[in-house]
C-alpha cells in the first residue's frame, strides 16, 4: 500500500492541526521505532566499547578459533583470524557514526544558511549561491571524494567533510524551495507589517517555526547516505584501514571466502548495513510523515 | 513648513502618489496608482472603496512601504506627522529609479533595488508597525500557524513599547485578547491560530496591531473572508475601539455597507484615480444630486431588504474594469457610465476631467458636476 501525500497550498493544513503524537498511526509508529533501535544500537556501541561490555576484543587475533561457524561462543563466527564477528559489527557501526555526524552537521549548517539567505533575498544573491551550489552538484560525489583521497591521502574525517559538503546542494534547495514558498505567504508579510526586524523573520518565523522538520528528516536520510558512502569506500580500501574494523572492509575481507561456504563472514556485516541504512530511512520517513504539512490518503 | 499650510491634526496627507509596476511583457507602466491625493486627520475614518483592482490595496501597501520588488516608479508624497514632526515616506527614494527613454517610449528602467530597499527600510524603521499598523484580509493566514496567539502579540508589545520581560509582555497581551472581546482572554493566548474561528484570528490582528498604540490604523479589508454576522461584529468592535483609543483609520474596501458603517470621509477609487472624494455626509447624503455615476453605480449595486424578498437580479456595473497599462484620453469611466448626456459625452471622450469642488470639502472628477 502506498500513501499518497497531496500538498496544500494557501491555508493551513487540517493535518497540522492534530497534535503529533495523536497524528502517529501505527505504520509511522513502527517506523520511527525501527529507525530509533537503529540509533540505540549505534550509541549503545560507544557505551560498550568503553565499559568493555563487548563479547571479544574485535582486535584480538585467535588462530585457533579461525572460520569459525556460528555457535553458542560466537554468534556470529569468527573470521579468517579468528576475530569474533559480532564484535567487529559491533564497533564497525563507530566508523560511520561519528564522522557521518560532522558531514551532517556542515551540510546542514551551510545548506540551510544558503537556501535561507538565497530563497528569501532572491534577485542577485540567489543567481550567484545557485551558481556555486550547482557547480558542486554538478560532478558526481565520488569523483569528488576520489580525487581527494588521491591527493591528500586523508583520514575519515575529512573524507566525511568533503561528503558534507557535497550534500549542500540538496539540503540548500530544499530550504529554499520552502523560503519560496513561505515568503509569499501572509503571516510573512503580516510580520513585516508588524515591523519584525529582517533577521527575527528569517531565523524566528521562517527557519524555526516552519523549517525545522525538514531539517530533522534531512538528518536522519543523510545519515543513511553516510553509512553507504562509507562502507563502498571501506569496502574499496579507502575508508577506515584493518585492523579497525568498519563494516565495509569487513565485507571486503570476507568476499574471498564467500564461494567456499564460510558466506557469514561478509554476509553478517551487509546485513548489518541493509539495516542500519533502512533504519536510517524509515526514521526519516516517519518523521516526515509525523512533521511535515502533508495529507495523506 | 513654512510655506506649506500644514493642519496640524492631519496625521497622514498623501499627495500626487503614483506607484507604478513596469511590465517587461508589454513594455509599459502598469499605472495601478496614479496621482492619489488624500489626507486622514486625526481620530478620523478614511474609507478607500473601490471595486477589486483599482489600486486601494497597493495605495495602502505603498503607505507601509511593503512594495518591494520589481521595476517601477513610486513617487509623490506620504507625508506622516506623529508627535509634531512630518516625515515623508518617500523622500529620496526615485533618486534610485532612473528611466530611460526615447521618443516617449521606455527604453529601460533601472531601479538600484539594493539602494532602494535600504533607503526605503530607513525610512520606515520604528515606524512600520509602531506609528503605523495594518490588518489583513484573510486573518487566519495572517497569523503564523506554528506560534501561539499569546506569544505573537507579546512579539510585537516586545518590539515596540518599554516591555522587555516576556512574562510582563504576555500579561498585557492578555490585557490587549480582553479588549478586543475575546472570551476567556488568559486561557486562548496558549491557543494556536488554527484553534480560532476567523473572527477570532481577526480580533487577534486587530490586538497585535494596536498593542502598539499607533497613530494610524491601517484596515486593508478587515472584513473579507469573514461571515456575515461576524463581519458585523468586527466592524462593531472597530467602531468600538475608534471611540475608546480616538483611532485614526484608513479603511480599505469594496463593500459599501462596512464603509456606510465606519467612514467619516470617502475617497471613491477607480483605475487607479479617485473620482470622489469627501465626507460620507456629503457623499451618502440621499438629499445631494450630484455624485460621479461610479459611486451611484456602487450604491445601486447594493441590494435593499425588500429588493431581496422581491427576489430582484442583483444590478451588477455593466463591463468590467479598465486595464491600467493603456492610457486614456478621455474619462476611464465613459465606457461604463449610465449617465452621460449628450451635452458632456464629447468632452467625456476628448479629456479626462479635473478634480473640481462641488461642495465644502467634496471633489468630484466629473463633467456632469460643471454647471
Known amino acids: 500500500m502506498r500513501t499518497r501525500y497531496v500538498q496544500r497550498g494557501a491555508e493551513v493544513s487540517e493535518f497540522s492541526q492534530i497534535p503529533i503524537w495523536r497524528r502517529a498511526n501505527k505504520k509511522d509508529l513502527i517506523q520511527i521505532g525501527f529507525g530509533l533501535i537503529v540509533v540505540l544500537f549505534v550509541l549503545s556501541s560507544y557505551i560498550a566499547a568503553v565499559l568493555h561490555l563487548l563479547p571479544y576484543d574485535p582486535l584480538g587475533i585467535n588462530l585457533k578459533e579461525m572460520m ?3 555457535d553458542y561462543k560466537h554468534i556470529l563466527g569468527t573470521d579468517f583470524m579468528g576475530r569474533d564477528i559480532l564484535s567487529r559489527i559491533i564497533v564497525g557501526s563507530q566508523a560511520y557514526f561519528m564522522p557521518g555526524l560532522l558531514s551532517i552537521i556542515i551540510a546542514l549548517f551551510f545548506g540551510t544558511m544558503a537556501g535561507l539567505v538565497s530563497g528569501y533575498n532572491g534577485g542577485r544573491t540567489d543567481s550567484i549561491i545557485s551558481y556555486i551550489l550547482d557547480l558542486i552538484d554538478s560532478i558526481p560525489k565520488m569523483v569528488i571524494i576520489l580525487l581527494a583521497i588521491a591527493f591528500f591521502r586523508p583520514g575519515i574525517y575529512f573524507i566525511m ?3 558534507g559538503i557535497t550534500n549542500i546542494p540538496t539540503v540548500a534547495s530544499l530550504i529554499k524551495s520552502k523560503v519560496i514558498f513561505l515568503k509569499k505567504r501572509n503571516f510573512i508579510e503580516a510580520a513585516k507589517a508588524l515591523g519584525l526586524k529582517t533577521r527575527d523573520i528569517i531565523f524566528k518565523h521562517i527557519l524555526w517555526y516552519n523549517c525545522k522538520a525538514i531539517v530533522i528528516i534531512q538528518a536522519t536520510l543523510g545519515m543513511a547516505e553516510v553509512i553507504l558512502i562509507e562502507t563502498s569506500l571501506s569496502y574499496l580500501g579507502f575508508g577506515v584501514q584493518e585492523p579497525e574494523p568498519s563494516w565495509g572492509n569487513m565485507v571486503a575481507a570476507g568476499k574471498d571466502y564467500f564461494f567456499r561456504g564460510d558466506f557469514f563472514l561478509s554476509t553478517a556485516p551487509a546485513v548489518a548495513i541493509l539495516i542500519s541504512i533502512l533504519g536510517f530511512y524509515l526514521l526519516g520517513d516517519g518523521l516526515n510523515n509525523l512533521l511535515e504539512w502533508r495529507r495523506r490518503r | 513648513m513654512e510655506k506649506e499650510k500644514v493642519v496640524i491634526n492631519e496625521v497622514l496627507k498623501v499627495e500626487d502618489l503614483r506607484t507604478y509596476f513596469y511590465s517587461y511583457a508589454k513594455e509599459a507602466f502598469i499605472r495601478s496608482v496614479d496621482s492619489v491625493s488624500f489626507s ?3 481620530g478620523e475614518v478614511l474609507g478607500i472603496v473601490g471595486e477589486s483592482g483599482c489600486g486601494k490595496s497597493i495605495t495602502a501597501q505603498s503607505v507601509m512601504g511593503l512594495i518591494t520588488d520589481g521595476p517601477g516608479i513610486i513617487s509623490g508624497s506620504i507625508l506622516l506627522t506623529h508627535n509634531g514632526k512630518a516625515i515623508n515616506l518617500l523622500e529620496g527614494l526615485s533618486d534610485y529609479v532612473s528611466v530611460k527613454t526615447k521618443r516617449k517610449a521606455i527604453l529601460e528602467i533601472t531601479k538600484d533595488v539594493a539602494g532602494w530597499l535600504k533607503r526605503s527600510e530607513i525610512l520606515i524603521k520604528g515606524i512600520r508597525g509602531k506609528v503605523i499598523s495594518m490588518i489583513f484580509q484573510n486573518p487566519k493566514s495572517a ?5 501561539t496567539v499569546g506569544d505573537q502579540i507579546a512579539e510585537s508589545i516586545m518590539l515596540h513599547s518599554s516591555i522587555s520581560a516576556k512574562k510582563e509582555a504576555i500579561d498585557a497581551a492578555a490585557k490587549w485578547l480582553e479588549r478586543v472581546q475575546i472570551d476567556s482572554p488568559s486561557m486562548r493566548l496558549y491557543d494556536y491560530p488554527f484553534g480560532l474561528s476567523g473572527g477570532m484570528c481577526q480580533r487577534v490582528m486587530i490586538a497585535m496591531a494596536l498593542s502598539s498604540e499607533p497613530a494610524l490604523l491601517i484596515a486593508d479589508e478587515p472584513t473579507t473572508g469573514l461571515d456575515v454576522t461576524i463581519q458585523t461584529k468586527i466592524i462593531e468592535l472597530l467602531k468600538q475601539l475608534k471611540e475608546e483609543l480616538n483611532l485614526t483609520i484608513l479603511l480599505i474596501t469594496h463593500d459599501m455597507s462596512v464603509i456606510m458603517q465606519l467612514a467619516d470621509r470617502i475617497a471613491v477609487m477607480y483605475g487607479g484615480r479617485i473620482v470622489e472624494y469627501g465626507l460620507k455626509r456629503e457623499i451618502m447624503d440621499s438629499n445631494s444630486f450630484i455624485r460621479h455615476p461610479y459611486t451611484i453605480a456602487l450604491l445601486n449595486s447594493q441590494p435593499t431588504v425588500e429588493e431581496i424578498k422581491m427576489k430582484e ?25 449610465d449617465l452621460k448626456n449628450d451635452r458632456v459625452k464629447k468632452k467625456c471622450k476628448e479629456a479626462e476631467p479635473e478634480m473640481i469642488e462641488i461642495g465644502t470639502g467634496h471633489y468630484m472628477r466629473c463633467y456632469l458636476a460643471e454647471g
Open chain 1, 68 to 70: 569459525q561457524s556460528p
Open chain 1, 161 to 163: 567533510l568533503i561528503v
Open chain 2, 40 to 42: 486622514i486627520r486625526k
Open chain 2, 143 to 147: 497569523l503564523n500557524p506554528f506560534i
Open chain 2, 313 to 337: 437580479r442583483l444590478r451588477a456595473i455593466k463591463g468590467d474594469v479598465p486595464d491600467t497599462i493603456t492610457l486614456y484620453r478621455g474619462c476611464r469611466f465613459y465606457e461604463r457610465c
